[in-house]
């Protein structure tokens, strides 16, 4: 079974500063896919970013960044330039294969607040 | 604009009562998605459909039940069968091919 695990449930950053969520995950699998959800208070979902494994090049998105170790089974989420739009609950999630049935496994998740 | 519309967005159910919370997706995606969350926490699946007339269980599916009539809609049922319903209820949708998921805005359940 697939685990996904964020062990920062609380974190803040000062306005305009760069902040690191951290995840890791756990599988047998070699073919899946990584992805950074962002939940802000209309609870709506975000897809933030999205990584392959088989791909070595982390993924970038304007200020936002990844860093994607895959021997170390380890995707952590970079913020630069934070803004007060950043706060909210920050989710990693983990995806297997090709299938369009394949589910969505997600960590418990990073309360992040920007600070003025 | 295509995405995924969930109905009611908040929903009071009385003890002993079933309820039936809506999912409406205009975007052509196969596979479709419930998922329960509880305060300060992850995501949950609870029933998942990969295509018409089929639905696999998740996690946490004792006390729900799905049914997937036509491709573009997933409506979930909360039996009276489900101890603590009180929750907030997302459902979503996918294509292949390792992309993520859309997900609708959420319906909130509370028990009265």
């Known amino acids: 079974a697939q685990t996904v695990t964020q062990s920062q449930p609380e974190m803040s950053v000062q306005e305009a500063e760069t902040v690191t969520l951290s995840c890791t995950y756990d599988t047998s699998e070699n073919n899946y896919y990584l992805f950074w959800y962002k939940q802000p208070p209309s609870r709506q979902m975000i897809l933030v970013i999205r990584?392959?494994?088989?791909?070595?090049q982390n993924a970038t998105e304007n200020r936002f960044s990844v860093n994607f170790q895959k021997a170390a089974k380890s995707f952590s989420l970079k913020i630069s330039d934070s803004q007060l739009g950043d706060t909210a609950m920050y989710f990693c999630a983990f995806r297997v294969g090709e299938t369009s049935g394949s589910r969505l496994t997600f960590g418990e998740g990073t309360q992040l607040t920007v600070n003025p | 604009d295509g995405g995924i519309t969930q109905s009611p967005k908040y929903l009071f159910r009385k003890e002993g009562q079933n309820v039936t919370l809506s999912c409406e997706q205009n975007l052509n995606h196969d596979a479709m998605y419930w998922y329960r969350q509880d305060p300060g926490q992850g995501l949950r699946l609870i029933y998942y459909s990969q295509i018409v007339n089929d639905f696999q269980k998740g996690d946490i599916a004792e006390g729900y039940s799905v049914s997937r009539e036509k491709k573009e809609s997933f409506p979930l049922t909360v039996t009276s069968a489900q101890k603590n319903p009180t929750a907030f209820y997302l459902c979503a949708s996918s294509i292949p091919q390792g992309y993520g998921y859309t997900f609708g805005s959420g319906t909130r359940l509370t028990v009265v």
């Open positions: 990584q392959e494994a088989y791909k070595q």
